[in-house]
T-cell receptor, first 111, second 115 residues
Framework: GEDVEQSLFLSVREGDSSVINCTYTDSSSTYLYWYKQEPGAGLQLLTY?????DMKQDQRLTVLLNKKDKHLSLRIADTQTGDSAIYFC???????????FGAGTRLTVKP | GAGVSQSPSNKVTEKGKDVELRCDPISGHTALYWYRQRLGQGLEFLIY????????KSGLPSDRFSAERTGESVSTLTIQRTQQEDSAVYLC?????????????FGPGTRLTVL
């Protein structure tokens, strides 16, 4: 199977919370990331978490990591229409040069 | 500019032709990465440059793909004898150094279409 998996689509109403989920397979993953891609733009790093952490909060963003289940989630509170984008989960291992990305979750925020 | 730039933004070519894609990293960033993003798929690592060290070419899908970087400046990704399956968005990213590989800054990508 793929190294990093995400559901492809998520639709929420403006003001609701969005939760985007990601699973990965490699237990040696050291860093886990969330990137945002808006139409016509490059990927933007939103946040990242070290594998020895369970949670990280940054304003409206909350990242939860369940290392035992190899499950990562991104929660966006009070989702706005400007949050509509594709969100990529990624992981890297300490001594590797590359990162492995999921296929991306397209978040649609309805007014 | 302050960010990573790539050119061209779009490229349409005929099967069998060679193409060259260009990436200008953020000034001072020693690490540079190329990725390929096929429709509906995650990013696929292609090649990594770190300063003057030998590049990590482990992600290049075939010998038709090659990349160069002079020092810590511009990089070019060349695809020879393009095939239809090469159609994708090619993304370049740079980071300050290898240790900060997570904080990669991405360019807008080059959309390659091979007819």
């Amino acid at each position: 199977g793929e190294d990093v998996e995400q559901s492809l689509f998520l639709s929420v109403r403006e003001g609701d919370s969005s939760v985007i989920n990601c699973t990965y397979t490699d237990s040696s993953s050291t860093y886990l990331y969330w990137y945002k891609q808006e139409p016509g733009a490059g990927l933007q790093l939103l946040t990242y978490i070290f594998s020895n952490m369970d949670m990280k909060q940054d304003q409206r963003l909350t990242v939860l990591l369940n290392k035992k289940d190899k499950h990562l989630s991104l929660r966006i509170a009070d989702t706005q229409t400007g949050d509509s984008a594709i969100y990529f989960c990624a992981e890297s291992r300490k001594n590797n040069n590359d990162m492995r990305f999921g296929a991306g979750t397209r978040l649609t925020v309805k007014p | 500019g302050a960010g990573v730039s790539q050119s061209p933004s779009n490229k349409v070519t005929e099967k069998g032709k060679d193409v060259e894609l260009r990436c200008d990293p953020i000034s001072g960033h020693t690490a540079l990465y190329w990725y390929r993003q096929r429709l509906g798929q995650g990013l696929e690592f292609l090649i990594y440059f770190q300063g003057n060290s030998a590049p990590d070419k482990s992600g290049l899908p075939s010998d038709r793909f090659s990349a160069e970087r002079t020092g810590e400046s511009v990089s070019t990704l060349t695809i020879q004898r393009t095939q239809q399956e090469d159609s994708a968005v090619y993304l370049c990213a740079s980071s300050l150094d290898r240790e900060s590989s997570g904080t990669q800054y991405f360019g807008p990508g080059t959309r390659l279409t091979v007819l």
